[in-house]
């Protein structure tokens, strides 16, 4: 079936160092790539999306590129802030109608971040 | 926004109790999920809705059930709360999909219950 794996935390970084998230996903067609963001105590907040191959999402300093030749989604920060320190979650959706909607998820990513 | 509202923050309960944990969205949208997340497991989903009075299960429906009289309300009952029901309980809410839409899941702040 259709699956997501993330690289599994937690990563520690200093503040202004790049960050790196892996994902790679497993689809029996086309779906639509997401990066997800958990902050301490809160729900799950939209970091960013692409919705085809060579699409490039990119939110707040954080980018990532729909890779179909790899079927990787790596989320990237040249810089990472105290402020970035959260769970990142990789997410995919098949678009077809039957779909409805659902998301699978990865286990997610802690991210903490020193200053 | 939009803005998903989940009744309690915290909440805590007692083994075999009836438990309801309410979820409203505001922004007219077809799709409804409840989903529980834990260390290690990341999210999973339990029940979804894409219409009023219409319900799907999902991923680990056991010991739950939902409901959807209304179109911006979705609860989720825990008919008989038993410990290992324990967890961050996260409900969502989308429109419908069409076609390659790329909307995405709007998220509650979650509900941490404690079954004791």
């Known amino acids: 079936g259709d699956s997501v794996t993330q690289m599994e935390g937690p990563v520690t970084l200093s503040e202004e160092a790049f960050l790196t998230i892996n994902c790679t996903y497993t689809?029996?067609?086309?779906?639509?790539l997401f990066w997800y963001v958990q902050y301490p105590g809160e729900g799950l907040q939209l970091l960013l999306k692409?919705?085809?191959?060579?699409d490039k999402g990119s939110n707040k300093g954080f980018e990532a590129t729909y890779r179909k030749e790899t079927t990787s989604f790596h989320l990237e920060k040249g810089s990472v802030q105290v402020s970035d320190s959260a769970v990142y979650f990789c997410?995919?959706?098949?678009?077809?109608?039957?779909?409805?909607?659902?998301?699978?998820f990865g286990k997610g990513t802690k991210l903490s971040v020193k200053p | 926004d939009v803005k998903v509202t989940q009744s309690s923050r915290y909440l805590v309960k007692r083994t075999g109790e009836k438990v309801f944990l309410e979820c409203v969205q505001d922004?007219?949208?077809?799709?409804m999920f409840w989903y529980r997340q834990d260390p290690g497991l990341g999210l999973r989903l339990i029940y979804f809705?894409?219409?009023?009075?219409?319900?799907e299960k999902g991923d680990i429906p056991e010991g739950y059930s939902v409901s959807r009289e209304k179109k911006e309300r979705f609860s989720l009952i825990l008919e008989s709360a038993s410990t290992n029901q324990t967890s961050m309980y996260l409900c969502?809410?989308?429109?419908?999909?069409?076609?390659?839409?790329?909307?995405?899941?709007?998220f509650g702040d979650g509900t941490r219950l404690s079954i004791l």
């Open positions: 689809a029996t067609g086309y779906p639509s």
């Open positions: 997410a995919l959706r098949m678009n077809y109608g039957g779909s409805q909607g659902n998301l699978i």
């Open positions: 809705s894409y219409d009023v009075k219409m319900k």
């Open positions: 922004m007219d949208h077809e799709n």
């Open positions: 692409a919705t085809k191959a060579d």
């Open positions: 969502a809410s989308s429109p419908r999909v069409t076609g390659a839409s790329n909307q995405p899941q709007h």
